[in-house]
Nanobody
């Protein structure tokens, strides 16, 4: 089965930086895209950033210019570099992968279990 494991969360002061990593493993033919989502208590999960297999990226307006998503194709990993963090960035961050198990058929999706990011004032 396919599994995503996140790491790198923690506590940081406002203005600081963190780097989150997501490692994919299992039966994966090709990764179409990977992304990071976040969810704060009492709020809906929201998209933070995505990167496709060609390296094209997209970002939420709230973090644009502060976060950078990247992917290491050889290692099947994705990272989220977070800079100039704000208290409102506090949330559980989840890694998501859209992939194909085989060369034919519809794509599948997989979620990580999440990693906590807390930004203090």
């Amino acid at each position: 089965q396919v599994q995503l494991v996140e790491s790198g969360g923690g506590l940081v002061q406002a203005g600081g930086s963190l780097r989150l990593s997501c490692a994919a493993s299992g039966s994966i033919h090709v990764i179409n895209a990977m992304g990071w989502y976040r969810q704060a208590p009492g709020k809906q999960r929201e998209l933070v950033a995505t990167i496709d297999r060609d390296g094209s990226t997209s970002y939420a307006d709230s973090i644009k210019g502060r976060f950078t998503i990247s992917r290491d194709i050889a290692k099947d990993t994705a990272s989220l570099h977070m800079d100039r963090l704000r208290p409102e960035d506090t949330a559980v961050y989840y890694c998501y992968m859209n992939y194909q198990k085989y060369s034919v058929g519809p794509p599948s999706g997989s979620w990580g279990q999440g990693t906590q990011v807390t930004v203090s004032s």
